[in-house]
């Protein structure tokens, strides 16, 4: 049985530290919450210790993407922070990702802090093939590409990779079982797939492999999130 609370993390896609509150206190269920760029650039790190007091799991979900000096400082700066996921483009190349593996070890054991998971983006799960073709100019197909953005990661001494559940299966069987798999663009039947291109639902996404699903807007922008919630617990229980 597929327990919501251990494998769905739960983004806080709003702009204030009022309204992620808010949030939080509603769906008390949800152990693992995702913050992001809107809540970050909007309030800073002031709800990484309101989420850490409240004993919730955090996935900080900025994305960097620059030279190697300069992820590794911000690698640095965000292992501090006590969460238990980070992402960072596997665009940056391998001396990049090196880099911000090593610092954010670094930076965790300053303040003794575990060092959080360090997981590669493969593809933005709003792109299909035709942008990669197309706009992003890259002349493979886009499973392979995802497939060697991922090992780039696994080669480079990353915990995992942030993968469309459509590549999971692939992913797995190359990359193996300790190889963490965050999937974004899960969406159950009943809702809407929004900007998502590639999508699963939750019980498709487990059975491909992911470790963990990253669902949003079928919970957070339901009339009743807590129903929406309970819906989404159902169908992986029975997974």
């Given at each position: 049985?597929?327990?919501a ?7 806080l ?45 955090i996935?900080l ?8 000096n ?5 690698c640095?700066?965000a ?26 070890v670094?930076?965790?054991?300053e ?8 997981i590669?983006?493969?593809l ?9 073709a197309?706009d ?7 499973p392979?590409?995802?497939l060697?953005?991922?090992?780039l990661?696994?080669?480079s001494g ?5 993968c ?10 190359v ?24 999508t ?14 990253v ?8 009339t009743?999130?807590?129903e ?8 992986l229980?029975?997974?």
């Open positions: 049985m597929v327990l609370a251990e494998r769905v993390i739960v983004p896609d709003v702009s204030g530290e009022k309204d992620a509150i808010a949030l939080i206190s509603q769906l008390p269920d949800v152990q693992f919450w995702k913050v992001g760029l809107e809540l970050f650039v909007s309030t800073g790190a002031t709800i990484l210790p309101t989420l850490k007091n409240r004993q919730k799991r996935f979900d900025l994305k960097f993407h620059d030279i190697p300069t992820v590794a400082g911000a640095r700066a292992g501090k922070y006590g969460v238990d996921l980070l992402t960072i483009h596997a665009t940056c190349g391998r001396k990049a990702l090196q880099a911000a593996k090593t610092a954010l670094e930076g965790a054991a303040v003794g802090y575990p060092p959080p998971k360090l590669a983006i493969t933005l799960t709003s792109l299909n093939s035709r942008d990669l197309f992003l100019k890259v002349p493979i197909e886009l392979e590409y995802a060697q953005m991922a090992v990661a696994k080669e990353l915990d995992g990779a942030v469309s559940p459509q590549e999971a299966a692939q992913l797995r069987q990359c193996g079982d300790e190889f963490l798999l965050v999937c974004p663009g899960v969406r159950p039947k009943w809702a809407e797939t929004g900007d998502q291109s590639r699963f639902t939750p019980s498709e996404a487990i059975k491909a492999g992911a470790d963990y699903l669902i949003g807007r079928p919970i957070t922008a339901a009743n999130p807590q929406a919630w309970a819906k989404i617990g159902d169908e229980a029975t997974s």
